[in-house]
């Protein structure tokens, strides 16, 4: 990944983003609105999933999907550019390690998810008390994705590795 | 008085401390998610999407949002004490609790006419002030670690 970070400064991208002075408080601002609507909505389908608020309709939680991608996508972008503006600080860092380790686990679940509770969830009535399985799979989400949060968060103040 | 609250023993905590600040940090980004996220979606849905979620089925979420709110409170005053005397003089940090305020005021608001199914025109204004006012809060706040 060193080796990678290194071929990055001095490139296009790289310039642009150090030498635009709005640019990373822009990133950021958006960065943080890409995490409101991420969690946002899967606090709702996941929380739903995991058995919490029986009165919302399971199958009709999964329209805001589109604002979660929407969430994902404004953060992967605004997170790319971030490497690409400071590589070498990221690289090393182990907080940003972790931090795409757990997206990448958090990627994994929502395969398991649409591999194994997406095609039964057309036959649950809209107030289920959904089985154990997609309980499992809605806390593996909220957890790693608040972790992804936390670690995000943290990354000015832990050490290199 | 910010000079005193600066030099208090939880502010020279919170401020001194390894771990005291980047932890109010992250219980701040965590209750940012909480309550921006759920009201955000609830804003959308007010505004016509999703329309196969009934808008009183966010109801059971409002504690949810409101209990976010009460950590953001709590972390934003410890990490203001920190640094009292230049927050207080941050246009941005200024911009950003006046936004809070009236978006809290605004949730109030819609809590209650859900709670009454009292929807009615008026509902679709709300939500897109209380949705800008939760983006400028946002943004606000990002901007005070700049200006």
């Given at each position: 990944m060193e080796a990678f970070a290194q071929s990055i400064e001095g490139g296009v991208i790289y310039n642009w983003v150090t030498s635009v002075y709005w640019l990373w408080p822009l990133m950021e601002t958006i960065h943080f609105i890409g995490l409101s609507l991420l969690l946002g909505g899967l606090i709702i389908i996941d929380g739903r999933l995991a058995g919490?608020?029986?009165?919302?309709n399971i199958a009709a939680t999964h329209k805001l999907l589109p604002w979660v991608f929407i969430g994902f996508g404004l953060n992967l972008t605004t997170g790319v550019l971030f490497f690409f503006g400071d590589p070498m600080r990221y690289a090393i860092n182990v907080g940003f390690q972790i931090k795409m380790v757990l997206v990448v686990i958090a990627g994994l679940n929502a395969l398991w998810f649409w591999w194994k509770i997406n095609p039964v969830?057309?036959?649950?009535?809209?107030?289920v008390n959904p089985p154990g399985l997609a309980k499992v799979i809605a806390w593996i989400s909220l957890v790693t994705w608040t972790g992804v949060l936390l670690l995000g968060r943290l990354i000015p103040y832990v050490s290199t590795g | 008085m910010f000079e005193w609250l600066e030099n208090t023993s939880v502010a020279l905590w919170v401020g001194e401390s390894l771990w005291a600040y980047p932890f109010m940090l992250s219980l701040h980004v965590i209750g940012l998610a909480i309550v921006v996220g759920i009201l955000s979606m609830l804003d959308l849905r007010l505004l016509g999407s999703f329309k196969g979620i009934r808008t009183e089925s966010f109801l059971p979420l409002m504690k949810f949002a409101w209990l976010g709110f009460l950590v953001n409170a709590t972390s934003g005053v410890f990490l203001f004490t920190s640094q009292a005397t230049t927050f207080v003089q941050s246009k941005p940090f200024l911009i950003k609790i006046a936004c809070i305020f009236v978006g809290a005021i605004l949730t109030k608001v819609i809590q209650n006419k859900l709670s009454k199914s009292a929807?009615?025109?008026s509902m679709k204004g709300i939500a897109v002030v209380s949705l800008l006012l939760w983006l400028v809060a946002i943004t606000a706040g990002r901007l005070t670690a700049y200006i």
């Open positions: 919490f608020f029986r009165g919302v969830m057309q036959d649950w009535e809209p107030d | 929807s009615d025109g």
